[in-house]
């Protein structure tokens, strides 16, 4: 039963995902990134306190791939001149930390990384809710 119910859960959210992408902004689009990255690695963390040692090599191994093929991916650094540098470093730092905190079976990294991620959220969704950046992802209506 409960695995029926998993599968479900996990069969809506891939619908909800795919919805979502093909009506997504590219702002929307890089906070969807920040909210898989955060999502996975609580539930990492969850992992980890449980001793799964699967789940949470599997949880982190996403996360990375966010990091760096989504989130670090998307940095322009011709353009984006030094923010974009800083980001990137800061990718980079967190792929690092995670890395250690899978290898060490450490929380805190885990949880260091998360806070990054929720505060670099935050920063993007002020962003993203901009009035100026609304009217461009509308077209310039």
């Known amino acids: 039963m409960f ?9 809506y959210n891939k619908v909800h995902l795919e919805n979502g992408v093909d009506v997504a902004n590219p702002h929307r689009l890089i906070l969807m990134l920040f909210d898989g990255a955060i ?3 609580s ?8 001793g799964n040692t699967a789940e949470k090599g599997k949880l982190i191994s996403s996360t990375l791939d966010i990091i760096s093929g989504g989130l670090q991916a998307s940095l322009n650094l011709q353009i984006g001149g030094e923010l974009s540098e800083r980001l990137n470093g800061l990718y980079d730092y967190m792929c690092q930390r995670l890395l250690y905190a899978n290898l060490h079976n450490n929380t805190a990294a885990i949880e260091e990384v998360s806070a990054l991620l929720v ?11 901009d009035p100026a950046v ?8």
């Open 39 to 41: 999502l996975s690695l």
């Open 43 to 50: 539930s990492a963390a969850q992992a980890m306190r449980s």
């Open 134 to 141: 609304l009217q461009q992802n509308r077209g310039g209506q």
């Open 119 to 129: 505060e670099l959220r935050s920063a993007w969704e002020e962003i993203a809710n």
């Open 3 to 11: 695995s029926t119910a998993s599968k479900s859960i996990a069969a």
